[in-house]
């Protein structure tokens, strides 16, 4: 994955804790989007569920320890029953429905994926990097 775009939220959050010195409330969960657009700073182009079963899928503890500002994915993320669409980016957020958007960023590849298909990225496949 190319390198994280922030959320407008997490950004100004991350520049108070350390320009103003507030102190910043990590997320106590994780979970990924996938999106058929670039989400840009708010979160958009998320995929819809239709009449299949998309949802935001947890990732926590799918996450090593942060080096070289980066963080790699140790678990595979896997969505079933998907509709029929391109996936191009994915999102990081607060909530499996609603919440914070924290950041996001395009895959190396789109792929496009038939209804009822199962979407994954390989454990080690999900990096993310600041700049």
Same mark, same amino acid.
Not at 64 to 69: E, H, I
Not at 86 to 92: A, L, M, Y
């Given at each position: 994955m190319a390198t994280l775009v922030l959320g407008t939220t997490t950004a100004n959050s991350l520049l108070d804790a350390i320009f103003n010195q507030t102190n910043y409330t990590a997320p106590t969960a994780i979970y990924v989007s996938l999106h058929s657009s670039d989400p840009g700073a708010t979160g958009a182009g998320e995929i819809t569920a239709g009449e299949n079963a998309y949802a935001r899928q947890a990732a926590t503890t799918a996450f090593g320890a942060a080096s070289a500002k980066a963080v790699d994915s140790t678990a595979d993320l896997t #969505? +079933?029953?998907?509709? /029929?669409? $391109?996936?191009?980016?994915? &999102?990081? #957020?607060?909530?499996? $429905?609603? =919440? +914070?958007? !924290? &950041? &996001? =960023?395009? !895959?190396?590849?789109?792929? $496009?994926? =038939?209804? &009822?298909? +199962?979407?994954?990225?390989?454990?080690? /496949?999900?990096?993310?990097? !600041?700049?």
């Amino acid at each position: 994955m190319a390198t994280l775009v922030l959320g407008t939220t997490t950004a100004n959050s991350l520049l108070d804790a350390i320009f103003n010195q507030t102190n910043y409330t990590a997320p106590t969960a994780i979970y990924v989007s996938l999106h058929s657009s670039d989400p840009g700073a708010t979160g958009a182009g998320e995929i819809t569920a239709g009449e299949n079963a998309y949802a935001r899928q947890a990732a926590t503890t799918a996450f090593g320890a942060a080096s070289a500002k980066a963080v790699d994915s140790t678990a595979d993320l896997t #969505w +079933t029953n998907m509709p /029929s669409v $391109t996936v191009s980016h994915v &999102g990081i #957020w607060t909530a499996n $429905t609603a =919440g +914070t958007y !924290l &950041g &996001g =960023g395009a !895959l190396a590849a789109s792929k $496009t994926v =038939g209804a &009822g298909d +199962t979407f994954k990225i390989a454990s080690g /496949s999900f990096d993310v990097s !600041l700049s």
